[in-house]
């Protein structure tokens, strides 16, 4: 991938291994990473909010403390967008691309908006089997 997870998530030392992202995913990644990964996908905070699983508020209150480590639930989702984002940037051939198929409805997703389908590990699976589908032009 052009750009790693870690540097999508803004975070200060890149993970050496797969391990390592999920214990700093168990332990909780920064709040500051939701501004980063919204930033990146141009994701209003409603959106944000829906593809996190937490309130509205929540989320305004955690982007207002940035050195606050998240729950290891939201962090996991928050990996899940960065990561989906980062194969999308590769299979749409950039991030401008990838941003936008990111937020709207898709065709091969039931006409889902990808972001809002990241909340569960089932339907991230779809909208990276789609990605990948997408990426080596298999779109059956």
């Known amino acids: 991938m052009?750009?790693?997870?870690?540097q999508i998530l803004g975070m200060k030392r890149k993970p050496s291994s797969m391990l390592e992202m999920a214990l700093a995913i168990q332990k909780g990644l920064p709040a500051y990473?939701?501004?980063r990964v919204c930033a990146r996908l141009r994701m209003s905070e409603p959106q944000a909010a829906l593809a996190l699983g937490i309130a509205l508020s929540t989320l305004t209150r955690l982007?207002?403390?940035?050195?606050?480590?998240?729950?290891?639930?939201?962090?996991?989702?928050?990996?899940?967008?960065?990561?989906?984002?980062?194969?999308?940037?590769?299979?749409?051939?950039g991030e401008d691309s990838a941003s936008h198929w990111m937020r709207s409805p898709q065709p091969g997703l039931g006409n889902h908006v990808p972001v809002?389908?990241?909340?569960?590990?089932?339907?991230?699976?779809?909208?990276?089997?789609?990605?990948?589908?997408l990426e080596y032009g298999v779109l059956s």
């Open 33 to 35: 990473s939701i501004t």
């Open 63 to 93: 982007r207002r403390t940035p050195q606050r480590l998240l729950d290891p639930a939201i962090s996991d989702r928050l990996y899940r967008i960065a990561n989906l984002f980062a194969i999308a940037t590769v299979a749409l051939c």
């Open 116 to 133: 809002d389908l990241i909340s569960t590990e089932a339907s991230a699976r779809e909208v990276e089997d789609l990605l990948l589908r």
């Open 2 to 6: 052009s750009e790693t997870v870690s």
